[in-house]
């Protein structure tokens, strides 16, 4: 029983560590990061058009790689999506987040942020457990649990978010997945993100506006 808490002193030891005072991704974002700007975002956003999928779908998710500490965690990749209705064109926004923690499971149900100066709460559009990884050995420890967490904004909430962009400014749009025992998680993404998805969208948006207007 001593080895055991010995083993749990040592894990919690080396996230303390690890885990930077002041450089979570809920308050301030990664150097790295921070410099990029909505012209490099946009450069790199992905636009899949699958012809068996009913959206068109722009993605974020290979614009940057990278883990930011949290709170009480890692933030294994945070990315943005916007899915075109083929049919309508109407737009749906994500935000993307997956997440690996120690300890007890989470139950985390609905999303915290502020926008036009009101707090909102959303419920999430995915929230997928996947395998825990626990070390092979007979003493108990604690096991390292992996979420992906999903939930919708308007787009009037995502240009917003971009019209927050500063140059070089390490100041994130912030948000809370709240758990039902209080063990939430505060995290954020990259005003400049936001501000390079929308102008892949916007351009998309112009495109298919002069076509129409050519025929």
Sequence with gaps: MIASFRKIAL????????????????DALPKRLASMTPIEFETKTQVI???????????????????QWLNDGLADNIYLRAMVARGTGQVRFQIWHDIAYWGMRKDIYQVNYVASGALKSNPLAIAAHRPDECPFVDEVVYCRSHKTLVFDVPETVMREIAQQYQPQSRQAWS??????????????????????LLRVLDRLRSGTAQQQAAL
Aim: proline content about 7%; hydrophobic content about 45%; cysteine-free.
């Design 49 to 67: 058009d699958d012809p068996l999928e009913p959206d068109l779908v722009i993605s974020t998710e290979k614009a940057h790689r990278g883990s």
């Design 11 to 26: 894990l919690l030891g080396a996230a303390a560590v690890l885990l930077p005072a002041t450089a979570s991704a809920g």
């Design 175 to 196: 948000f809370r997945f709240k758990d039902r025992l209080g063990r939430d998680v505060t995290s954020g993404i990259a005003p400049a993100e936001a501000a390079g």
